[in-house]
């Protein structure tokens, strides 16, 4: 307001004076309003329903107009002193604001608080029950479940159980209810209660309830009993089963057969079997009983069970073939004998009528028949008081010698192909098969395709690079007499185009354009490749495009393009654009634009990578990178701008205007946490703070693993391991880790083998035996008690123990193998030799090829022996026996062979020639009579006479039961050569004895017997 003052004055004698107007302004006040709560002037904190009695007043001029706003809405309003009384339920900050608008004098006023209204409700219980209901039999398993409801939210509900079992246990929530199911509750009396908080703390429990188990007290159920029809002829065994089933726990099934009780196995859910046998002829009774695990018990009536006479079932089989079948002379022919019904009975095997073997089967008998012709081959089974007598017959067509004289490729070659025309010519009219696998040529998988009988062929594909075994068999060869080859697959170069001096043959590509095509083991330069895979290759100025380069092989100074890069060595690019790089070697190169590097990479000094490259699982050092995508990767003293690192390690290296998140940062590691303006050193968080996945922010100082899970890391040795066939390998885990294992998470391992034959073992160490050649994986899984888990795998190389070196015939038929792989010299001085089994093994004696060879055909290390064939004949030597063996077919032992080790696969001999010993034996000078006599048996023909000779063991015995009537006079059939052979040998056994005294007078027996011979043929001549 303007306001104008002038003064005036006049004195007693009437004069009059006045001053000057002035003008002065009077503007309005400022007023204050004292707002309190609850008589406070300030913000309070009140809990839910909660009175808060709000006061307001002027100070300067108290009866003005005032308004008490509770947020936006007017609570009360009129001449100050203002007082209202207020109750808040809800949870939340509430505004409350007293207003003065003022007047013509007063200026407007206001003052706020908040008041902060706390959640102070308990959570909320409904529909509480459990299953089974009070008062009910012992069950397996109780469910208690509950609803809880909360203003705000539940943070955690327990079931508090009191009785004979006790304690507090966390309920689980789905579908809106909390539930804790209970699998180790007894009988007896409980009482229980539910407790529940929110997330402000507050809490609340129910009433206790009284809950009763009663005992179990009913019986397993039996039904569906299933047995064999009645009467049942006899078998080796029998099956019985059942269903039993229980409200509680079945403990065991047992069939009670004729007094006799089986614990029956549970096959499925609720059937029990069992299986027994076999049982004599006649009359049986048998029922079931079982009993749960609160030994109730229940059974069924007794049943009748008749067992009649029955069929008897016989398997023969010749060189593994159950049919008329043939086989090449002079070749060794097994027959397989076996009466399945009844088991282990005794079989007569004849041969056109002539008695082999009388023995319980199973049993293997051995043959070399040295003529051609048909033979009967007959298995009888006399039968007995359960089973009926039957005999099995087949013929053997004894065919000539069958040989391979032309096998193309030969043995041992290299490929370039996947496939190849296999073709074989034998010498006589034949079918033949191969395999990948060394088995009989029944079972063989592919059959040749043959013309004129003479020739076969067969197409072999799907070859892999490496070495491939392949095995061929004509007329009914076994395993033992296949042919064994062995091929290698250097490379597989299929639909290319080569252009100039191309040496595949060396692995050498040059000036050459490959499309579609596959390549290992190459030298490679100056050339265009297009769509193809490149293995273990260098490659240098070239042209690559749209192809995969993996398996240490080496790029430098070529030109790559939308290439996938695996496991290799690539330097030098002039530029690379669309690749993706997989456990590469990257040093140095500049990767331009739109790059996937992934699983190892290494970028080398020196690299620049910029423009949305993705980088995966690598390790980056000295770099710049700008713009890129990183994750899964290792870096190190790199320059970092404008790019998204995930999931890495980063050391001493410099980062700017980028996003760093779960990442490694200076030798540590961070799993699915945020970090937020961190310094982390050694796992070591020493400043800032992270978030860890359940949401918790910590601050330094913390070790990480303490409060953070990390997956273990498997680890075992040895990862890749090249053995035989039999042999065992040992592995240990031992290297495998977490860091959580020591921490404050106090985490702990289990670990997993697997291997190849779905075995598998949980301990840190193991041993496994592989009896099979073949490449076979292992892996381990180490997992933490948190469920996270890591596996990794190895490579084990079982390679074949028997040799496969040559596939040139022998011409050799004496062991029943065809190849005389290895030449044993026969000499006056002992020589130690160490040979496979299933080898045929040749002998040299005097710088001459002996004919007959030696076969060790099996092994046994339990008896610490191994049975030797030679010319047919079997013979078991024990580690410390000798045995003379003649090589000639002359009638004169040629070596003495003696048996010093043997293991699972060879066997280690000491071969010396005959007579080079000490003498204790009886004298070698004797004639070998060949009596042809009469046998008291009938039998036509004596058993040495036969133009097959029988291997078993049983023969011995057998001519031993068919004694022979020896006529008083015999011719002695010896030859010149043959007297002076035995002449020779006894000489030679003479001069080896140690006794001077017996040396002496054998020395005069010698003279007087040859003056003898002197006088006699003198008189003879005159």
């Given amino acids: 307001m303007l306001l104008t003052q002038k003064l005036q004055s006049n004195d007693t004698a009437g004069n009059e004076n006045q001053t000057i107007t002035y003008n002065f302004t009077i503007i309005k006040a400022n007023n204050s309003i004292n707002l309190t709560l609850n008589n406070l002037s300030s913000n309070i904190s009140i809990g839910q329903r909660d009175s808060v009695n709000i006061s307001a007043g002027l100070s300067a001029f108290s009866n003005g107009l005032l308004r008490i706003l509770l947020g936006n809405n007017t609570l009360v309003n009129g001449t100050s002193p203002l007082t209202v009384n207020i109750s808040l339920s809800d949870v939340g ?93 007894i009988n007896g009396s409980y009482s229980y209660q539910w407790f529940a908080n929110d997330t ?91 009993n749960d695990t609160s030994n109730n018990i229940n059974e069924t009536a007794p049943q009748q069970f008749e067992i009649i006479k029955g069929l008897s079932s016989i398997v023969l089989s010749i060189n593994g073939v ?22 282990n009975a005794n079989a007569l095997l004849y041969i056109n009528s002539s008695l082999i073997n009388n023995d319980s089967t199973p049993f293997t008998n051995f043959s070399v028949f040295n003529a051609t012709g048909r033979y009967n081959v007959t298995v009888i089974f006399p039968g007995n008081a359960n089973v009926s007598a039957s005999q099995v017959t087949y013929f053997l067509t004894i065919t000539p010698p069958i040989a391979k004289i032309n096998i193309a490729p ?7 192909s996947s496939s190849f025309m296999l073709n074989v010519t034998t010498n006589n009219v034949t079918i033949c098969a191969w395999d990948f696998v060394d088995v009989n040529q029944q079972n063989m998988s592919f059959n040749f395709i043959t013309a004129n009988g003479l020739n076969h ?89 749209l192809s995969t380069v993996k398996n240490n092989s080496r790029v430098f100074n070529s030109s790559l393009t939308k290439c996938i890069i695996i496991n290799s060595n690539v330097s030098n690019l002039p530029n690379a654009s669309g690749e993706n790089y997989i456990n590469q070697n990257v040093d140095p190169f500049k990767l331009a634009a739109n790059n996937t590097m992934s699983g190892g990479s290494i970028v080398g000094d020196g690299s620049e990578i910029v423009i949305n490259n993705i980088i995966l699982d690598s390790h980056i050092k000295f770099s710049n ?165 890591d596996s990794t795998s190895g490579t084990v190389i079982v390679n074949k123990a028997k040799s496969n070196t040559n596939n040139l015939p022998s011409g050799s038929s004496g062991g029943g193998s065809r190849y005389a792989y290895t030449k044993l010299n026969i000499s006056s001085l002992p020589q130690l030799y160490t040979v496979n089994t299933r080898e045929a093994i040749g002998f040299v004696k005097n710088n001459r090829n002996l004919p007959l060879n030696l ?55 000491k071969v010396v020639e005959y007579g080079f010993k000490q003498i204790n034996a009886s004298p070698m000078f004797l004639p070998v009579f060949n009596f042809t006599g009469k046998s008291k048996n009938n039998l036509k023909e004596n058993l040495t006479q036969k ?34 052979g035995k002449l020779s040998s006894f000489a030679r056994s003479v001069f080896y004895i140690s006794s001077p005294m017996v040396k002496l007078l054998t020395f005069v027996l010698v003279i007087v017997l040859g003056l003898g011979l002197y006088f006699a043929f003198r008189r003879i001549s005159e």
């Fill in 322 to 343: 159950q049919s008329d079948t043939s086989a090449p002379v002079n070749t060794n022919v097994s027959f397989f004998v076996n009466v399945t019904n009844p088991p």
């Fill in 855 to 909: 076969y060790i055909y099996q092994t046994n290390t339990k008896e610490d022996s191994a049975e030797f064939i030679v010319g047919g004949k079997h013979s078991t030597l024990k580690v410390g026996d000798t045995q003379s063996f003649e090589l000639t077919r002359d009638s004169q032992f040629d070596a003495d062979i003696t048996l010093v080790s043997v293991d699972a696969y060879t066997a280690t001999i």
């Fill in 457 to 545: 062929s067969s197409f072999v594909s799907g070859l892999t690079l490496g070495l491939h075994n392949l095995y061929i068999a004509c007329n009914n060869e076994t395993s033992a007499d296949n042919t064994d080859l062995v091929y290698h697959v250097d490379n597989i170069i299929s639909n290319s185009d080569f252009i100039g001096n191309n040496d595949v043959l060396w692995n050498k590509i040059q000036d050459s354009t490959l499309q579609d095509s596959f390549l290992r083991n190459n030298t490679i330069n100056q050339s265009s490749i297009n769509q193809s895979i490149i293995n273990q290759s260098i490659i240098s100025q070239s042209v690559i495009d």
């Fill in 410 to 416: 030969i043995n041992d070659s290299h490929l370039n």
């Fill in 93 to 185: 900050n509430y505004t409350i604001t007293a207003v003065y608008d003022g007047d013509a004098n007063f200026n407007p006023a206001n003052v706020s608080y908040i008041i902060t209204v706390n959640d102070t409700e308990p959570p909320v219980f409904a529909l509480a029950s459990v299953a089974p209901v009070n008062n009910s039999e012992l069950e397996p398993s109780y469910l208690f479940s509950v609803n809880v409801s909360d203003n705000i939210g539940v943070h955690s509900v327990q079931l508090i159980l009191n009785g004979p079992v006790s304690g507090v246990f966390d309920a689980n929530l789905t579908n809106g209810s909390y539930f804790v199911n209970l699998t180790n509750l």
């Fill in 200 to 290: 402000s703390g507050n809490f609340n429990t129910t009433a206790l309830v009284n809950y009763v188990i009663l005992p179990d007290i009913t019986n397993p159920q039996l039904t569906n009993a299933s047995a064999p029809s009645s009467p049942a002829q006899f078998a080796p065994s029998y099956t019985f089963s059942i269903s039993a089933v229980d409200n509680f726990g079945i403990d065991s099934v047992i069939l009670d057969f004729n007094g006799t009780n089986y614990t029956a196995s549970n096959i499925s859910a609720g059937r029990y079997e069992v299986v027994i046998g076999p049982f004599s002829v006649g009359n049986y009774s048998y029922h079931w009983f079982a």
């Fill in 625 to 789: 990178l700008i713009n890129n995508n990183i994750s899964s990767s290792y870096i190190n003293n790199s320059n970092f701008s404008f790019s998204v690192i995930n999931d890495s390690n980063i050391s001493f290296s410099n980062i700017s205007d980028s996003v760093v998140v779960n990442s490694f940062i200076e030798n540590s590691w961070i799993i699915n946490a945020s970090v937020e303006n961190a310094v982390i050193k050694n796992n070591n968080l020493t400043s800032g703070n992270i978030t860890l996945p359940n949401g918790t922010k910590v601050q330094a100082p913390v070790f990480l693993p303490d409060v953070l899970n990390y997956p273990p890391k498997a680890r075992f040795t040895p990862l890749t391991i090249t053995i035989t066939a039999g042999s065992s390998v040992n592995f240990d885990a031992s290297s495998s880790s977490d860091l959580n294992v020591g921490s404050a998470l106090n985490d702990s391992l289990t670990y997993l083998w697997t291997f190849h034959d779905n075995s598998n073992s949980t301990s840190i160490t193991t041993s496994k035996t592989y009896s099979s050649q073949g490449s076979y994986n292992v892996t381990l899984t180490v997992t933490d008690n948190q469920g996270q888990s």
């Fill in 947 to 980: 133009n097959f000779t029988n291997s078993s063991s049983e023969n011995s015995t057998l001519l031993k039961k068919q004694e022979t009537t020896i006529p008083v006079k015999a011719k002695i059939r010896l030859s010149f050569r043959e007297i002076a």
